[in-house]
Nanobody, 123 residues
Framework: QVQLVESGGGLVQPGGSLRLSCAAS????????AGWFRQAPGKEREFVAT????????YYTDSVKGRFTISRDNAKNTLYLEMNSLKPEDTAVYYC????????????????WGQGTQVTVSS
């Protein structure tokens, strides 16, 4: 069992930056692939980025490529999402999640989820 707690969300102006963190409990965090997803009001949860267990492989949805960076520190049991050049359409609740095996962009393949953190991009 892994428990995940996100932090770092908030209100930011367009063009601004935020860094989300996801703290994981348990000693096995380093064995999981991890991902960030987001859900805007009235929309389905969507993939943002994923990273493999070592941090050596990362993948992003097209809309965030070049603006967002996913990373992890296994010694600290923490997953990160650095978000730059934020746009109003990035507004959503952001969730971290982990899964057994390799990376994936599929919501239903992830085994454990955090409670989410709100990101609002508005002037």
């Amino acid at each position: 069992q892994v428990q995940l707690v996100e932090s770092g969300g908030g209100l930011v102006q367009p063009g601004g930056s935020l860094r989300l963190s996801c703290a994981a409990s348990g000693r096995t965090f380093s064995t999981y692939a991890a991902g960030w997803f987001r859900q805007a009001p009235g929309k389905e949860r969507e993939f943002v980025a994923t990273i493999n267990w070592s941090g050596g492989a990362t993948y992003y949805t097209d809309s965030v490529k070049g603006r967002f960076t996913i990373s992890r520190d296994n010694a600290k049991n923490t997953l990160y999402l650095e978000m730059n050049s934020l746009k109003p359409e990035d507004t959503a609740v952001y969730y971290c999640a982990v899964k057994f095996g390799g990376t994936s962009n599929a919501v239903n393949e992830y085994n454990y989820w955090g409670q989410g953190t709100q990101v609002t991009v508005s002037s």
